[in-house]
């Protein structure tokens, strides 16, 4: 059964709508958005076979720490993100979590329950979110009369499946500080896309989250981010990160030995002081 969100939750939009596309329209005292607002968040063409005024989809709120499905539920909707973060996880029977993915905004959640007609995994809200429904079932009534949109669609599921892949390819080939490094890139260039900072951002998700995604413990993860504080690849101020140099990140396969990132960091904390103090000569001259 569909989790329902209280009508406090289905109220708490302060700070979930920052551009009219996002508000959507109100209707019968909820939000709704048309299908090109819909592909738009997608990032799809929209289907120009189709009236997008005469099709709407509604909006639902979930609060932080609530679940959208769950796994073994009885699946009838996709939902998409417009605004919030989110993490999918599936749950052994000892009670651990296993992370699949953060879902964030453009990103699509209940592919999984297609083949089945039930949730694989479980979804949960880290932040408050604000998801689009789409009906199942309204989706493949209209691909059976649209072709294109059936096609765009299929396309987005495709998407989030290369994602997944080349998340599994990562975990195979990289050693525990490249993941990381390669985990902060694709955050950074997530932000871009949805028109935020890229070079500094709040983490929604734990360090423990990250390490259960990235097949890493706790302690490795919070030891690989503040080694590259140390050398000044990113600055970590609890939950903040600010990228710094975002090319070194990517090409990162290994850490030096801490005695040489201590003398790298010196090296490089005596470098930018004297490019200061030359600064200030050329200012005073």
Same mark, same amino acid.
């Given at each position: 059964? $569909?989790?329902?969100?209280?009508?406090? !939750?289905?109220?708490?939009?302060?700070?979930?709508?920052?551009?009219?596309?996002?508000?959507?329209? !109100?209707? $019968?005292?909820?939000?709704?958005?048309?299908? &090109?607002?819909?592909?738009?968040?997608?990032?799809?063409? #929209?289907?120009?076979?189709?009236?997008?005024?005469?099709?709407?989809?509604?909006?639902?709120?979930?609060?932080?720490?609530?679940?959208?499905?769950?796994?073994? $539920? #009885?699946?009838?909707?996709?939902?998409?993100?417009? @605004?919030?973060?989110?993490?999918?996880?599936?749950?052994?029977?000892?009670?651990?979590? !296993?992370?699949?993915?953060?879902?964030?905004?453009?990103?699509?959640?209940?592919?999984?329950?297609?083949?089945?007609?039930?949730?694989?995994?479980?979804?949960?809200?880290?932040?408050?979110?604000?998801?689009?429904?789409?009906?199942?079932?309204?989706?493949?009534?209209?691909?059976?009369?649209?072709?294109?949109?059936?096609?765009?669609?299929?396309?987005?599921?495709?998407?989030?499946?290369?994602?997944? !892949?080349?998340?599994?390819?990562?975990?195979?080939?990289?050693?525990?500080?490249?993941?990381?490094?390669?985990?902060l890139v694709s955050?950074?260039?997530?932000?871009?896309?949805?028109?935020?900072?890229? &070079?500094?951002?709040?983490?929604?998700?734990?360090?423990?989250?990250?390490?259960?995604?990235?097949?890493?413990?706790?302690?490795?993860?919070?030891?690989?981010? @503040?080694?590259?504080?140390e050398i000044g690849?990113?600055?970590?101020?609890?939950?903040?990160?600010?990228?710094?140099?975002?090319?070194?990140?990517?090409?990162?396969?290994?850490?030096?030995?801490?005695? @040489?990132?201590?003398?790298?960091?010196?090296?490089?904390?005596?470098?930018?002081?004297?490019?200061?103090?030359?600064?200030?000569?050329?200012?005073? #001259?």
């Open positions: 059964m $569909q989790s329902q969100p209280t009508p406090e !939750q289905r109220n708490a939009t302060s700070t979930m709508h920052s551009t009219p596309m996002e508000a959507g329209r !109100q209707r $019968q005292g909820r939000l709704w958005s048309n299908l &090109k607002e819909v592909c738009d968040l997608l990032h799809i063409p #929209a289907a120009v076979s189709i009236n997008s005024e005469e099709l709407l989809f509604q909006h639902v709120q979930f609060k932080t720490g609530q679940r959208v499905h769950t796994i073994g $539920q #009885a699946f009838d909707t996709l939902y998409i993100v417009n @605004s919030g973060f989110l993490k999918t996880v599936l749950i052994d029977e000892f009670g651990n979590e !296993q992370v699949l993915s953060f879902p964030m905004k453009g990103d699509m959640l209940g592919v999984d329950g297609i083949h089945t007609r039930h949730y694989a995994s479980e979804a949960v809200a880290l932040s408050d979110c604000d998801l689009i429904l789409l009906p199942f079932k309204k989706l493949t009534a209209l691909g059976r009369v649209h072709m294109e949109l059936e096609n765009l669609m299929y396309g987005v599921m495709s998407r989030e499946l290369v994602r997944e !892949q080349a998340m599994i390819g990562m975990l195979g080939a990289l050693s525990a500080e490249a993941r990381v490094a390669r985990f955050l950074a260039d997530r932000f871009a896309a949805m028109g935020y900072s890229s &070079k500094l951002f709040n983490l929604r998700m734990t360090r423990h989250e990250i390490g259960s995604y990235l097949g890493l413990t706790l302690e490795t993860v919070s030891r690989t981010l @503040s080694a590259f504080n690849l990113i600055t970590v101020d609890q939950r903040t990160i600010g990228i710094k140099d975002p090319e070194a990140l990517k090409t990162l396969r290994r850490l030096p030995p801490s005695r @040489s990132r201590t003398k790298a960091a010196g090296a490089k904390q005596k470098a930018e002081l004297d490019a200061a103090g030359d600064d200030q000569v050329l200012a005073t #001259a």
